[in-house]
């Protein structure tokens, strides 16, 4: 019994292994996927708009009077780079929405330059530079 058990065992990890067992088994029969998820990251870091309200919010010093300024942009841009995804999303068109959404954090970028002193700046990048899990997605 034991025996026809860990043959039995042998046999779902061997099938598993080529990719034809479990749920779907490996990725090596659906590269298209994979390749349209890493698309999907790679366009959703290139505006990471969430993590620098986070960072200006709570890891910047930064008084209510300047958060108060900021906030409209990071709401524009938060509106902005929602429409951008849904019409990846819809369309495929992840690549496009990656150049899209880099130049609208340019953009941001720029607007925050004027709001945030040197060292707010500094202080905002090195945090975003710390927090960027998706940095080896590349």
Do not use: C, H
Not at 30 to 41: D, K, T
Not at 56 to 75: A, H, W
């Amino acid at each position: 019994m034991i025996f026809v058990l860990l043959i039995g065992a042998n046999f779902a990890y061997v099938e598993a292994q080529r990719g034809r067992g479990g749920r779907g088994g490996g990725m090596g029969g659906n590269r298209g996927q994979v390749q349209r998820m890493r698309a999907q990251a790679m366009a959703i870091r290139a505006f990471p708009v969430e993590r620098i309200l986070s960072g200006i919010s709570f890891g910047v010093s930064v008084p209510d009077s300047q958060l108060t300024m900021i906030r409209p942009i990071i709401k524009d841009a938060w509106a902005k780079r929602q429409g951008v995804l849904q019409i990846a999303k819809k369309d495929k068109s992840w690549k496009q929405a990656q150049e899209v959404l880099s130049t609208l954090n340019k953009e941001t970028d720029r607007k925050l330059e004027v709001l945030l002193t040197k060292e707010q700046r500094k202080q905002l990048k090195k945090l975003l530079k710390k927090t960027d899990f998706t940095r080896n997605i590349e």
